[in-house]
């Protein structure tokens, strides 16, 4: 087992130093490789496998609620970029511009989107003139830049993957309520393919996206305790739209401005399976998004009939599962080792005893625990401990969470809890920016949202005393 402790010793462990850990977990377990582009991230085969499986699962659920897919220009023109102010100025400081093309100089600057609002607004104000138009629903999956000062693989890196959602309804009542169902099937996502709980709530005026008129948020708790927020959802109002012209006859023949959205998931939600889930031995992946479910590990390959048989259930399970059958010349130790570093849910080893007692044992990466199953409904058998491996996962991250969130209700206790114990603090606020200012500048915690659920854990703001209008969460975050 040599080999093996030698691969492990080089991931650095989580308690001594998180971010290393992070760093090593990434590159060790091949996600992803740094790039001759400073802040740009190489997402290699087995990092964007897991993209892809993210992608597929939330592709096919946009479908299914009536989205359609598009491709928007990478260029946003300068004046097509400033026509709604409060859109620009917030995106100002991270915009990255091309000036020139080929030999020639632009007589307009482009930006290299770093969201796609006002190209959708563009098209919208084109296509759509009735009532009969409406909705449009689209989506598209891109990557965006964000000119970042701190950059980290998957977290915040100058180019990312996402999907934007981008929608135009008749009335606000329409887009208000596509605004929440879409938060509620990322937060569905998250829990239901990930294996992540959060908490889904409304961003405060400070936090919210420029130009929305609101934004919600989901919010996830690391392993050590600080937030990341995970997908956003934005209610536009008709303030692009009238920016925009986008008008539509309505059944009366009257001119009216449409109500839009926006809303988006990014490759960040790589970095929180790996924040959440991982341990001292590398990634432990959910298995409904992980790109190897089951791999399958002859042992004494060289014995008759063993090769054969691995061989044979691995095509089996394939007809089921991701699987990966492993006929390298390594021991082993070796690629127990790997697969546990690459953070596979399920290793399964057939060896001569297996063989001839119709089993082979399966090894979960999550606890470690090993069991005899019967190579007679070997595929159900296998679905079943998948199926716990994922709630096992829910669970634990779960019980972390709820294990970190606090409540605080003066600055004392609230200040003691931020620089003492990471996570999540539920304290009240009188609903003045300059307190949210305040606290962020002396704790360095930021609101992550006004939770749904308000209900109040006292009755002034923790920061000024007077009168409470929000419960919020407060926390640390990435």
Known sequence: MAEKEKRVEAITAMDQDFTQWYTDVVLKAELIDYSAVKGCMILRPYGFA???????????????TGHENVAMPMFIPESLLQKEKDHVAGFAP?????????NEQLTERLCVRPTSETLFCDHYARIIQSWRDLPKLYNQWVSVVRWEKTTRPFLRSTEFYWQEGHTAHATAAEANEETLRMLGIYADFYRDYLAIPV????????????????????????????ALQSATSHYFGDGFARAFNIQYTDRSNQLQYVHQTSWGLSTRSVGAIIMVHGDDSGLVLPPRVAPIQIAVIPIAAHKPGVLEKATAIANQLSQCFRVKLDTSDKQPGWKFSEYEMKGVPLRLEVGPRDLENNQALAVRRDTGAKQAVSLDGLADSLQVLLDEIHDNLYTRALQNRDSRIYQAADWDEFTGLIAGKPGFVKAMWCGDPACEAKIKDETGATS???????????????????????????????
């Open 94 to 102: 991270e915009v990255a511009w091309v000036t020139q093309g080929g």
């Open 448 to 478: 992550r949202c006004l939770p749904f659920d308000q209900t109040p854990v006292a009755e002034h703001c923790v920061c000024c005393g007077r009168p409470a209008e929000h419960l919020v969460i407060w926390g640390k975050a990435y």
């Open 199 to 226: 908490i889904p709530g409304q961003k405060t005026e400070k936090e919210k996206f420029a130009g929305a008129v609101s934004t919600y948020t989901i919010e996830a708790m690391m392993h050590d305790g600080k």
């Open 50 to 64: 897991i993209w892809e499986n993210i992608q597929s699962n939330l592709d096919r659920q946009f479908k299914a």
